[in-house]
C-alpha cells in the first residue's frame, strides 16, 4: 500500500506561482513512478506531468510545458509541481498518483492517488 498526501494549494493571481507536494509512505517511494493529475468542475480528472521512478525523465501536457516543472526528491518521499505562470484555466483540484509498473498519460495507470489539493487562479 502507498498513501500519499497533496499539499500547497491555494488561492493565486493570474501570473503566479504555487508549488505543490505530495508525500509518500508505505512501500519504498523510489520503486514507483508518480504523477500529476488535475480535474476542474464538471470536466474529467486530465494529466498533468509524470515522473519516472529515479526521477531521469519526465513528460508533460501540453497545456503546462513550458511553465509547469515536477520533480521529486525519494530521500524526502516527495513528488513536487512548481507551477509558474498561472492562468485561471489552470483552476482545478491537483491531485498525486503513484504507478508502479509504468509512468503514462492515462489515470489507469497508476495505483494509488491522493485526497487532492484545491488550486485556484483568479483573473
Known amino acids: 500500500q502507498v498513501q500519499l498526501v497533496e499539499s500547497g494549494g491555494g488561492l493565486v493571481q493570474t501570473g503566479g506561482s504555487l508549488r505543490l507536494s505530495c508525500a509518500a509512505s508505505?512501500?519504498?517511494?523510489?520503486?514507483?513512478?508518480m504523477g500529476w493529475f488535475r480535474q476542474a468542475p464538471g470536466k474529467e480528472r486530465i494529466f498533468v506531468a509524470s515522473?519516472?521512478?529515479?526521477?531521469?525523465?519526465?513528460d508533460y501536457a501540453d497545456s503546462v510545458k513550458g511553465r509547469f516543472t515536477i520533480s521529486r526528491d525519494n530521500a524526502k518521499n516527495t513528488v513536487y509541481l512548481q507551477m509558474n505562470s498561472l492562468k485561471p484555466e489552470d483552476t482545478a483540484i491537483y491531485y498525486c498518483?503513484?504507478?508502479?509498473?509504468?509512468?503514462?498519460?492515462?489515470?489507469?495507470?497508476?495505483?494509488?492517488w491522493g485526497q487532492g489539493t484545491q488550486v485556484t487562479v483568479s483573473s
Open positions: 508505505g512501500r519504498p517511494f523510489s520503486t514507483y513512478h
Open positions: 498518483a503513484a504507478a508502479l509498473k509504468a509512468p503514462g498519460t492515462t489515470f489507469r495507470l497508476y495505483d494509488y
Open positions: 515522473i519516472t521512478r529515479s526521477g531521469g525523465i519526465t
